[in-house]
């Protein structure tokens, strides 16, 4: 068809040179027709002429077959005929009913639209189903996991709620956006904050250096804190703990509480110090994290400071400082393995501290004295025997005839011997100073007793006023500097009292000069040092014994007063008191405990006072 179409220009155009306008138009393009003048232009001019006659032949033939077949079958064209015009009826229907179902057209069209949608959605929904059928067990564990978290955190399996968050963690990232694993994301972070509060809660308990080291692994592993976060945190949580240990220790007793905080301080913290250097490392580039350490150890130390000043502070803990000292200087050199050896801040805290014991010691001895010689009376005095010594360290012996005097002696004596017991060299110079402030202070005290008494003293109380205060001065202030040189037993100490002690005895003398009887000649000064443990010698002058005393015998190089026969107004007890009051072996019992050296208990100064005779019998029974 094509190809005769691309001819039909070709022939059309002769043709419509020959015979012009004889065709119609529509015959230009008849397959047949142009067919036909392909063949007739290919006759010979006899076939061209016979070909009219042909054709006008085969009309009359196929004109003849027409009529002919339309007489045969001129039933065939009524029915025909009907048929077409109901044919033509049905069109006219089917126009009606195809009308209609135009106009309908939009409405399936939209409910196609409808059920395409639904129909989806239900396919969707049931490859769903069925999925989630598929996948029943995998999405079942999935929902137990919140549960199964609590779970592991509520017994402690800490490595297994982290690897259950992380997967959950991970799952949620792979899959945004569903609302289920949104839930279960939530309730496994909110147990993931119970679980970082637990583990919190762990370190402020009492912990070994593993269980430490697994717990900060588990922190780390959490990620909630960053480095210098995760080291403010571990060491508050342990200062938390620290803290509850150290005041559940009873307070009620001093020695008691310092002992146990000292060697709680030293066993814990030291364990703290421990688990932060294996915990974390001291690399960190961060100069907080380095600082931070450092400054929480100083904050340590210095609490701890403040309850040993506070403890030492009350004076209950007598005795037993020495103690105290060495397992605190213990406890600052065990710290030195870490480089936080901090004994020397302690050693201003035990001056101050032994010197206020001291010192409360020699308040309580010159409160005493003052009282004593209120209600004193020369009257009580006594002159008992004495004898000259043997190079020995010896009390005044004349101070046994006046009771404010003895006690006096007695009672600085029993405050250096709980300083003896702990006597550091830097609290020396102090405790001298507050010997030599009570010295001059008893000296007043003594000046105002004469200023009362002196209108109505007699001559036997003036001369036995005037011996108190020669005993006083002469006497017991060289043998309180002598005893406070051994209390410290130093080349130091002994060099301090020799260029301090003429000023001390000026300083003295210059409240009762006006007192003295005559110009006083003062002993030589000991010149050399003691020591704790050994024995030592005294050089110093020798004391005449008085006229009225008899036959005294000396055993081992002490007084012998036992066999002194008292009036029978004394009873055996007083002089078994008496007894008491002597010095055996002064050199050794002095630096052993210098109380030893006199023991001036009361009850012998109160039974010689009872006796209102004022002579002794000087028989010595001879042992």
């Not at 009359?60 to 001129?74: G, M, S, V, W």
């Not at 109380?461 to 309180?480: G, K």
Request: hydrophobic share 35%.
């Amino acid at each position: 068809m094509e190809n005769v179409e691309d001819k039909n220009p070709v022939i059309s155009s002769p043709l419509h040179e020959l015979f012009g306008d004889a065709f119609p138009d529509s015959w230009k393009y008849d397959a047949e027709f142009n067919e036909y003048l392909a063949e007739l232009s290919n006759y010979s001019i006899g076939q061209i002429s016979r070909e009219p006659t042909q054709l006008e032949n085969e009309k009359r033939y196929i004109t003849e077959k027409t009529q002919d077949l339309a007489f045969k079958n001129y039933k065939t064209f009524i029915k025909t005929a009907d048929c077409s015009r109901r044919v033509c009826g049905d069109f006219g229907t089917v126009r009606g009913v195809v009308d209609d179902i135009i106009n309908t057209l939009p409405d399936l069209e939209s409910s196609c639209h409808q059920f395409k949608t639904n129909s989806k959605l239900i396919a969707r929904n049931r490859r769903s189903n069925s999925l989630t059928l598929a996948k029943h067990q995998q999405l079942l564990e999935l929902l137990e996991v919140p549960q199964i978290t609590e779970t592991c955190v509520r017994n402690g399996y800490f490595d297994e709620a982290l690897d259950l968050t992380d997967h959950i963690r991970h799952t949620a990232r792979k899959h945004p956006g569903f609302p289920i694993l949104e839930g279960i994301l939530s309730e496994v972070e909110r147990h993931h904050s119970s679980m970082h509060a637990q583990l919190i809660a762990q370190l402020q308990s009492n912990l070994q250096l593993p269980t430490c080291l697994k717990i900060v692994s588990y922190l780390r592993r959490m990620n909630l804190l960053n480095e210098s976060q995760l080291r403010l945190q571990f060491l508050h949580s342990r200062n938390l703990w620290f803290s509850s240990l150290l005041d559940s220790i009873p307070r009620d007793q001093p020695y008691t509480h310092l002992s146990r905080t000292i060697d709680a301080t030293r066993t814990h913290l030291f364990d703290v110090v421990t688990q932060y250097k294996a915990v974390f490392s001291d690399d960190s580039d961060a100069p907080n994290d380095r600082c931070l350490f450092v400054s929480w150890m100083g904050t340590q130390i210095q609490r701890f400071l403040a309850t040993l000043e506070t403890d030492l502070s009350t004076g209950t803990v007598g005795t037993k400082m020495e103690a105290l000292l060495g397992q605190a200087m213990y406890f600052g050199l065990s710290f030195g393995r870490v480089g936080l050896d901090f004994r020397a801040l302690m050693v201003p805290v035990f001056i101050r501290a032994v010197y206020n014991s001291v010192a409360s010691d020699i308040d309580s001895v010159d409160s005493e004295f003052t009282n004593s010689m209120e209600n004193y009376s020369l009257m009580e005095s006594l002159r008992p025997a004495v004898l000259p010594p043997s190079g020995e360290l010896l009390p005044p012996v004349d101070a046994l005839s006046f009771l404010p005097l003895a006690s006096y002696i007695n009672g600085l004596l029993n405050a250096f011997n709980s300083l003896r017991l702990c006597a550091p060299i830097g609290v020396h110079a102090l405790v001298y100073r507050r010997l030599e402030t009570s010295l001059v202070a008893s000296a007043h005290r003594l000046n105002e007793f004469h200023n009362l008494e002196k209108e109505g003293l007699t001559s036997a109380e003036e001369s036995a006023f005037s011996r108190l205060i020669r005993c006083f001065y002469v006497e017991t202030i060289e043998f309180l500097f002598n005893c406070y040189r051994l209390v410290f037993s130093s080349t130091e100490v002994d060099s301090f009292v020799n260029s301090n002690l003429e000023s001390s005895k000026s300083t003295i003398g210059r409240v009762i000069e006006h007192l003295l009887p005559v110009e006083p000649t003062l002993l030589p000064l000991v010149t050399e040092s003691f020591t704790i443990g050994s024995e030592s010698t005294v050089n110093s002058s020798e004391i005449q014994p008085d006229s009225g005393t008899d036959d005294v015998s000396r055993v081992g190089g002490g007084i012998i007063t036992e066999d002194v026969k008292v009036t029978d107004n004394v009873s055996d007890t007083a002089k078994g008191n008496v007894y008491d009051a002597v010095i055996e072996n002064s050199s050794d019992t002095v630096t052993e405990n210098v109380s030893d050296t006199i023991n001036l208990s009361e009850n012998t100064y109160d039974t010689v006072a009872d006796n209102d005779s004022d002579t002794v019998t000087d028989t010595v029974e001879d042992r």
